[in-house]
T-cell receptor, first 112, second 114 residues
Framework: ELKVEQNPLFLSMQEGKNYTIYCNYSTTSDRLYWYRQDPGKSLESLFVLLSNGAVKQEGRLMASLDTKARLSTLHITAAVHDLSATYFCAGPGSSNTGKLIFGQGTTLQVKP | AAGVIQSPRHLIKEKRETATLKCYPIPRHDTVYWYQQGPGQDPQFLISFYEKMQSDKGSIPDRFSAQQFSDYHSELNMSSLELGDSALYFC?????????????FGPGTRLLVL
């Protein structure tokens, strides 16, 4: 079954800095999802990456997918405090049913 | 826009009791998923339904059962509750359509078993 690993698991950064979260997955997949979760809250969909080379951007966040390397990245540009949250990547655990297998999550703390 | 609705939002139960969690998917969505998230953990898939039929099953204990009704709402029934069942339970819905599109998550039900 698909395994998803994120790196790093915890990230503390200063406002205004850039950083990248990495998401590796174990088996071939043509899609990858990124979600954001605030403490005790629901999961908010950020990006759906549906093909090799896909790149999507929303504000200070940009996600990309390399299916050959089985790698997705979430790049944070000029971080602000409001981006503090836990970010999960997830891949399809089944080609037939759509269930998601999540990475461990990366907790991002942006300090003023 | 309408979102996924879950009820109750919080639930406190004693060991060995029973709990029922409800999920109302986004209108016209045909697939419902249930996930369990323990403290500090990633969400774990439990079970899913497509067009009212069970479509997949994950690491769901035999003490748990679920179904999707004719109006597409779903219920997760949990019996003989254990302390380890304390977690956030999320329901998500999607419209399969031509492919596996985004799953939209509900606010979750926080279950505490004492």
């Amino acid at each position: 079954e698909l395994k998803v690993e994120q790196n790093p698991l915890f990230l503390s950064m200063q406002e205004g800095k850039n950083y990248t979260i990495y998401c590796n997955y174990s088996t071939t997949s043509d899609r990858l999802y990124w979600y954001r979760q605030d403490p005790g809250k629901s999961l908010e969909s950020l990006f759906v990456l549906l093909s090799n080379g896909a790149v999507k951007q929303e504000g200070r966040l940009m996600a990309s997918l390399d299916t050959k390397a089985r790698l997705s990245t979430l790049h944070i540009t000029a971080a602000v405090h409001d981006l503090s949250a836990t970010y999960f990547c997830a891949g399809p655990g089944s080609s037939n049913t759509g269930k998601l297998i999540f990475g461990q999550g990366t907790t991002l703390q942006v300090k003023p | 826009a309408a979102g996924v609705i879950q009820s109750p939002r919080h639930l406190i139960k004693e060991k060995r009791e029973t709990a029922t969690l409800k999920c109302y998917p986004i209108p016209r969505h045909d697939t419902v998923y249930w996930y369990q998230q323990g403290p500090g953990q990633d969400p774990q898939f439990l079970i899913s339904f497509y067009e009212k039929m069970q479509s997949d099953k994950g690491s769901i204990p035999d003490r748990f059962s679920a179904q999707q009704f004719s109006d597409y709402h779903s219920e997760l029934n949990m019996s003989s509750l254990e302390l380890g069942d304390s977690a956030l339970y999320f329901c998500a819905s999607s419209l399969v359509g031509g492919g596996w599109e985004t799953q939209y998550f509900g606010p979750g039900t926080r279950l505490l078993v004492l």
